[in-house]
């Protein structure tokens, strides 16, 4: 082994290993790369040798010893486009030349020697070899001249802190007015730490159309570059960004929109040591931070940062200043204006949507033509969101091309994807051996946590929460070519893999489409990962054939057509289509503890393989008592079979109490559902009392569930002098008629014809006192003083509806410390059909606790023949007696409630007066009224119980006023189209709005309000107001009172305040046209919400069949 060993260094540096021999010549050759600080301080070097292991061989060394430069150092470079470049850059400018490697440091400064007019710079010293258009026409660096004639630079004098600069702010100046800040070059400005001081900083100036920031150089930065902050419509083009700590171009609340970013280019961006606050991610810079995105990018290069090219960190809300200017806009879900042409090279990750916000809109977000390349990790990482697309794209020399990770329904379509690329795979040899050194140049050097080859991937595919959370339908790979994952790569490199963690469900509707591999890349591996991966190749353009690419195992194998795919952990189904049921199971179950073995035959007739699944999900299940979780087994099948399952557990048949069945891939599916499937039961060994865990004697909650997110706990004391009992917390903020505790039946013993008796034993007390509290039990369940009932909840998620509820019963007495609940329902054909059934305790107040004990829940005899088939319509809702109107502030004398229609029957249930707005599937929930109503108008809506849904804003109800001609699918639209469409299509509305954090229950206990009028000018002016504390419970009213609109609300039904400055008069056309009367959800883009609401009308009239008649009851 021959070593250079350089005075002045602590180690050797390695120029050649010799071939093995003995007593023979051999001829030993290498290229190497001597690192600049390697040799920069030393005056001499020694070349000596030694014999690896060996302390006693002789040595022979033959003359002709040769080092002979071989290249790696560039004097000259002549640029693409030389147009305008000898008439603006001169010598002694100074130039940028990009990063040619994976790593953000090695752009390079120089200076010019000279310019020819051909474009020829002529350099006063040399650079290292960048890689140019005769290299990889794709991929080559980019040369940008930093040096300008105007120089702001911040005077290096603050010794006590070296990171304050100067900054550089337009502040509140919108258009007319125009700025222009034009080739202006900046050193060292910003303050580190401090808010609002950066280099370049467009301060809350709403817009600035024609107002310009353009071919400014921005160097050296102590606090972010170009900021862009509540200020629309400015125009940024050409400015460069150098050596910049945190985010380099950013746009800063999340609410500005019509920006447009044009041909800007930024390297070298550094994270702070000091952040402005914590909510602030500037340590994990992005040379392109974007929070909204309705603006455009167009040309942009990120080339070159510590963290982020591209980040697009769209949240749920705006933040800052901004909020209180756009309180109903929800970033995270707003559509892409434009984004194309754009480059990210060197940095971490090239693009990404991070963090679990996700970045969700409702149209398909395209990327176009994106080239992103030479990435330490991702050249495209898609996170946590959906409906997002790569078209036209150019992925080459990453980690990992294109990383969807726990995102649904994206695209990637008319896209070149390499692994490892000549030019870089050039770059890397040239090397040597410093290309595995600290940080590593080469892909393929052994990492951290590898020690071995870090194995390269076109496209990885991954796992998402289930198949129908925001209306997920699987991604698609369409016209994708792929190279450069075979020889010549890393060792284990494929085109497609699927990822291994977080494992949670797979889409059998991930397609491939018009796919190529152009080499001897391997196409897919599936070692490591999901056991349970189903990719459909629709064109049998990856696999031969059409079909389903699965993992090779017992889990997912079933069709006896399937074969393995040698090296890959794959098979390969060819002409089948797969679907997948889910079977949710109680949460208390470990994971894997249970096995479900499944036997079948296919729509041909063929007899599957056994499968035998089980819940493979790495993540542990959220809040595993809470009232919706369950433990789920996804079972993949072909389509139309017939099926038959069987429970394991520790090898012995059981049955897990419930098996609650509902298809994932609902939507946007290749085949029909199964033609059966059925589980089997085994026979119960008792049907006669259904509740575990009655007396709570032994100390645990098991087999309870609580709804709300306060938890339940066994407490010391019992009725009748029993030990223990179970409390279900719930406080004055943040409570409400929703808490409570239950537990899920086996569904076994409810059959049709028999009647159930339940009995328990309650305590309620008053946590304001620690008193008991006399709950009034002739009210109904919104009332102010509501008792608790005993609820059941039917559930068949296979049918239409998916949901029934019946009372199961009431409290008999009130006045006694523990008070007796009793009652009984008979089970008709829809509850025995049900997959669920669960039996609850809610409905008291907010800041009233439940305590339960000695529960019972009785089968005591069967009362009739069951029917001949299940029913397919709802059971009644528990019964209910409708409240008193609350009495309006003006105007006429209420009557009874008008009848609704609803947008849907999966998550609007009306039942007598009482109509319940509930989902777990991001339903849109509207009811409107059947006929419109004349004259003075007053909707009253009481918000009787409604159940908090995770963390922040919460669903939201809006009442509205709408002409005569409106449909509710007029007035139903998503949360993105509440402004565009659902405004359009009504005269008012009003909506309460509240925030609830389950970590910090008492913080944030305010309730904004909010409504829109159409004035006389037909322009919607808006109004509103805050209370300090939160309406879980209360009433809303809008009323048109002599042609003006007016808003009110009220917590108790009493007590009423107006918002605003109204009445605002109405259009002359709406003063007393007919309107029709409505509410709905604004579910502030979450997936679960649960209102329930009874709605009053007070009118002169209504409208029936175009014939106005006088004041009626309905």
């Known amino acids: 082994q021959v070593h250079d060993n350089t005075k002045g260094q602590n180690e050797d540096l390695v120029i050649v290993t010799c071939p093995p021999s003995s007593n023979g010549w051999v001829h030993c050759t290498s290229k190497i790369r001597i690192a600049e600080d390697f040799y920069a301080s030393s005056s001499s070097a020694v070349l000596f040798t030694r014999v690896l292991d060996d302390n006693t061989s002789v040595l ?93 630079s911040a005077a290096e004098d603050d010794d006590d802190d070296p990171l304050h600069g100067g900054h550089f702010i337009v502040m509140h100046t919108s258009a007319p007015v125009v700025q222009k800040v034009v080739g202006v070059e900046t050193r060292g400005n910003g303050q580190q730490g401090k808010l609002g001081k950066y280099p370049l900083h467009f301060h809350m100036c709403a817009s600035v159309a024609g107002s310009t920031l353009s071919k400014n150089s921005i160097q050296n930065t102590k606090q972010r570059g170009i900021v862009v902050h509540g200020t629309d419509d400015l125009y940024l083009h050409e400015n460069i960004l150098y050596d910049t700590r945190g985010h380099a171009v950013m746009l800063e609340d999340g609410a500005e929109r019509g920006n447009v970013f044009e041909r800007n280019l930024g390297a070298v961006g550094r994270g ?42 769209v949240k749920t809300r705006v933040r800052g200043p901004s909020f209180k200017l756009h309180e109903d806009m929800v970033p995270n879900t707003l559509d892409l204006f434009l984004f194309t042409d754009n480059v990210s090279h060197s940095n971490s990750q090239g693009l990404q949507t991070y963090p679990q916000a996700g970045y969700r809109p409702s149209n398909l977000a395209v990327f176009r033509n994106h080239k992103s390349y030479r990435n330490r990790l991702s050249g495209v990482f898609f996170h946590a969101g959906g409906r997002l697309s790569i078209d036209g794209g150019y992925i080459s020399d990453n980690r990992i091309g294109i990383n969807v990770d726990m995102d649904h329904s994206d695209v990637i379509s008319n896209t070149i994807i390499v692994g490892s690329s000549p030019a870089y795979t050039a770059v890397v040899s040239a090397m040597g051996h410093a290309a595995s050194h600290y940080p590593a140049t080469s892909f ?26 925001f209306g997920a339908t699987g991604s698609t790979l369409k016209n994708v070519t792929f190279s450069g994952f075979g020889s010549g790569s890393c060792a284990g490199s494929s085109a497609l893999h699927v990822d291994g963690e977080d494992i949670r469900y797979f ?65 390969f189904c060819p002409g089948v289509c797969l679907r997948t049921m889910t079977v949710m199971v109680p949460s208390y179950y470990a994971r894997r503890s249970l096995t479900l073995e499944i036997t079948g035959t296919t729509t041909d007739g063929q007899t599957i393989v056994p499968i035998f699944v089980q819940d493979f999900q790495t993540k542990e299940i959220f809040l595993p008592q809470q009232d919706w979780s369950h433990g789920r087994l996804f079972v993949t099948l072909p389509a139309g079979g017939i099926y038959h399952g069987q429970f ?119 946590t ?43 409290m008999s007495t009130n006045n006694l410390e523990w008070n007796l609940m009793t009652g009984s329902y008979t089970a008709n054909d829809f509850d025995a059909a049900a997959y669920s059934v669960y039996l609850y305790f809610t409905g008291v107040p907010a800041g009233i606790n439940i305590q339960v004990d000695d529960v019972s829940f009785v089968r005591t005899y069967e009362t009739g023949s069951p029917t001949a088939t299940p029913s ?103 949360d993105n189209g509440f402004g ?135």
């Open 507 to 571: 889409d059998t509707r991930n397609t491939l489409v018009d796919i190529a591999v152009l080499d001897d890349s391997q196409r897919i591996d599936l070692c490591g990962g999901e056991k349970q991966v189903a990719i459909r190749d629709v064109d049998g353009s990856m696999m031969g054939e059409q079909g389903f690419v699965i993992s090779d195992s017992n889990a997912i194998r079933a069709h006896p057509a399937c074969v393995s795919v040698a090296d890959t952990c794959a098979a």
């Open 872 to 974: 397919t319509h709802p059971t009644s809702a528990p019964t209910v007696e409708p409240p008193s109107p609350p009495s309006p502030v003006s105007g006429p004398a209420p009557v009874v409630p008008s009848q609704f229609e609803g947008s849907n029957t999966d998550s609007i249930l009306i039942v007598d007066e009482i109509i319940r707005l509930t989902s777990e599937s991001a339903a849109e929930s509207t009811v409107l009224t059947k006929e419109a109503h004349i004259g003075d108008i007053v909707l009253t809506v009481e918000i009787q119980a409604r159940s908090m849904s995770g963390s922040g804003y919460q669903p939201q109800l809006v009442l509205f006023f709408a002409p005569e001609t409106t449909s509710v699918a007029d007035v139903t639209t998503n």
């Open 768 to 810: 304001s006192t620690g008193g008991p509290y006399l709950c009034n039990l002739s009210g109904y369940t919104g009332d102010l003083n509501s008792c608790p009932l005993g609820s059941l909840k039917f559930t068949n998620r296979l049918g239409e509806p998916e949901n029934a509820w019946e009372t199961a019963g009431r």
């Open 444 to 469: 393929c050097a052994p990492t951290q946590t590898n020690d071995g080859s870090s194995p390269l991937v076109g496209v990885r595919l991954d796992s998402y929460h289930d198949g129908s959370l």
């Open 60 to 152: 022979d060394i033959a003359a002709d010893i040769s080092m002979t430069y071989a290249g790696g150092r560039s004097v000259s470079l002549t640029l693409e486009d030389p147009g305008g470049i000898s008439d603006c850059w001169g010598p002694g400018a100074e130039i940028l030349v990009t990063s040619h490697t994976i790593r953000h440091e090695d752009s390079q400064l120089a200076t010019i020697a000279s310019v020819d007019g051909d474009g020829r710079l002529t350099l006063v010293d040399p650079i290292h070899k960048p890689i140019t258009l005769e290299d990889d026409a794709e991929t080559a660096v980019e040369v940008a001249v930093l040096s300008r004639n105007i120089v702001f």
């Open 648 to 766: 394991f557990m520790d090898g012995e048949p059981t049955w897990p109490h419930f098996t609650d069945l509902k298809y994932e891939d609902k939507l946007d599916n290749c085949g029909p559902d199964f033609a059966s499937f059925d589980i089997e039961q085994l026979v119960p060994d008792r049907c006669d009392s259904l509740i575990r865990n009655a007396d709570f004697e032994s100390g645990t909650t098991d087999y309870w569930l609580h709804a709300g997110s306060y938890g339940m706990e066994v407490i010391n004391e019992g009725s009748d002098g029993s030990s223990k009992s179970l409390l279900a917390p719930n406080p004055k903020y943040g409570g409400g008629r929703y808490v409570g505790v239950g537990q899920r039946l086996d569904t076994r013993c409810i059959e049709e014809g028999f009647t159930y008796t339940l009995s328990a034993m309650v305590k309620l007390v008053d």
């Open 980 to 1114: 565009d469409f659902f405004e359009s299509s009504v005269v008012a509305w009003m909506k309460e709005r509240i925030y609830f954090d389950p970590t910090d229950p008492e913080s944030l206990m305010y309730t904004w309000f909010n409504a829109k009028v159409l004035d006389t000018d037909s322009n919607f002016v808006s109004e509103g107001g805050s209370e300090n504390d939160r309406m879980n419970s209360g009433f809303l009213r809008l009323q048109r009172s002599g042609g003006s609109i007016d808003s009110y609300y009220s917590f108790d039904g009493v007590s009423w305040a107006k918002f605003g400055g109204g009445p605002i008069l109405l259009p002359t056309s709406y003063r007393t046209a007919p309107l029709k009367l409505g509410y709905r959800i604004k579910r502030e883009w979450k997936s679960a919400y649960d209102i329930t609401t009874h709605p009053t009308i007070a009118s002169d009239g209504a409208v029936a069949t175009s014939t106005t008649s006088g004041p009626q009851s309905y």
């Open 272 to 313: 702070v040591d000091i952040r402005i606050s914590d909510d602030e991610s500037d340590p994990t810079p992005a040379t392109f931070w974007i929070t909204n995105p309705e603006n455009s990018w167009i040309g942009n290069v990120a080339a070159g940062s510590a963290f982020s090219g591209f980040w697009f960190e």
